[in-house]
């Protein structure tokens, strides 16, 4: 490999790593763009509109259609929560009662016993219990700190919604200046190549968003079908979260079902909280199974390749790195196919 090779693979992997962060949202405005071309050509040609025009009334469609579906699932997520945090006062005196009569009728069994049998065993349940109520503040306390830490985030997601919405307008209007402009970068023999890995590239990254949303539907749908299962209030709300959770690798789902179920076995709700534990371990085979297998039909690689590239970007990188890591091989495979990428090892 030359030294032109390998400077212009690390420049491709350093320019790639700052559009997954810095510039997520002009990648993002730049990847619905292209999705949104094929209905910008079809109204310029049927409707014989001018592409500024057609680029704007088929952006605004699309941002009125995401409003207004975010808007619809939103308004009944929040309500479920609304009416979820106005019980929470009654599901913490419910605790409050369980532990008290617990205490009661411990004090009673221990009556019946020996006194150093009864010391002996006391002194462990007390010990229990403070591991218990640790582990319990601590727990309160990390979920805290995460709802804070969205709430927090807030102004930077409307900041970036409106620079993703701003930018979706501009990509659109001027898309094909900005394909030509980079094909321009390259010798006239080498933009046919470009182009092709470009269609690659766009291939994969739109089947990678889908693949991505599919994966978090899926998952909603089986988390809402087990609460539903278990009868759970608030269905809609407490699956959503457990979605959301659920992509973040600090804390996982478990960071959410773990402590219910506790809750409810300590205060003698076993068929629930078997429940939710049977319904954790189905979420995280579910994920770790057929996510792999989702993203690799959806990008063009095999589901091995998918799973190391995930794997070794977030233990690289973090979160950027799950969606990083196929990317890059999709891009290598692009650059090797139409031949300007070579890797040849020689042995002797």
């Not at 993703?164 to 501009?170: I, R």
């Not at 749908?221 to 600090?250: E, K, N, Q, S, W």
């Not at 478990?254 to 939710?276: D, E, H, R, T």
């Not at 990428?341 to 042995?347: A, D, F, G, R």
Request: charged share 10%; proline share 3%; with cysteine.
């Amino acid at each position: 490999m030359s030294l032109r090779t390998v400077v212009f693979c690390a420049v491709g992997v350093l320019f790639m790593y700052a559009m997954f962060t810095t510039g997520a949202p002009f990648l993002l405005a730049l990847v619905i763009a292209i999705f949104l071309e094929h209905p910008i050509q079809w109204l310029m040609q049927v409707g014989r509109m001018s592409r500024p025009l057609a680029a704007t009334v088929i952006c605004t469609l699309f941002t009125a259609a995401m409003l207004g579906f975010c808007y619809l699932i939103g308004f009944k997520i929040f309500s479920e929560l609304i009416q979820f945090w106005n019980n929470a006062p009654n599901y913490l005196n419910e605790s409050q009662r369980f532990f008290e009569s617990t205490s009661e009728r411990t004090q009673i069994f221990y009556s019946t016993l020996p006194s150093g049998m009864s010391q002996q065993l006391q002194g462990l349940v007390e010990t229990g219990y403070s591991t218990l109520s640790e582990n319990i503040k601590g727990i309160v306390a990390a979920v805290s700190t995460y709802f804070l830490g969205i709430a927090k985030l807030i102004p930077n997601l409307l900041v970036f919604f409106v620079v993703f919405v701003v930018g979706l307008y501009l990509i659109s209007l001027s898309l094909p200046a900005l394909h030509n402009s980079f094909l321009n970068l390259f010798e006239n023999k080498s933009q046919s190549k470009m182009i092709s890995v470009l269609n690659d590239l766009r291939r994969a990254l739109l089947g990678f968003l889908f693949a991505q949303v599919l994966l978090s539907f899926l998952t909603y749908v089986v988390t809402l079908i087990g609460l539903l299962l278990l009868r759970i209030d608030y269905p809609l709300a407490i699956a959503l979260l457990i979605v959301i959770v659920d992509v973040l690798p600090v804390l996982g789902t478990s960071a959410v079902l773990i402590p219910w179920a506790l809750y409810c076995m300590l205060s003698g709700n076993m068929f629930l909280g078997i429940g939710l534990l049977i319904l954790l371990v189905v979420i995280m085979l579910f994920r770790r199974l057929v996510e792999p297998k989702i993203i690799g039909n959806a990008v063009g690689i095999n589901a091995l390749a998918a799973l190391i590239s995930m794997y070794i970007g977030f233990e690289w990188i973090g979160v950027i790195g799950l969606f990083l890591g196929p990317v890059l091989i999709i891009v290598y495979q692009a650059l090797r196919r139409v031949g300007l990428l070579q890797i040849n090892i020689k042995l002797d």
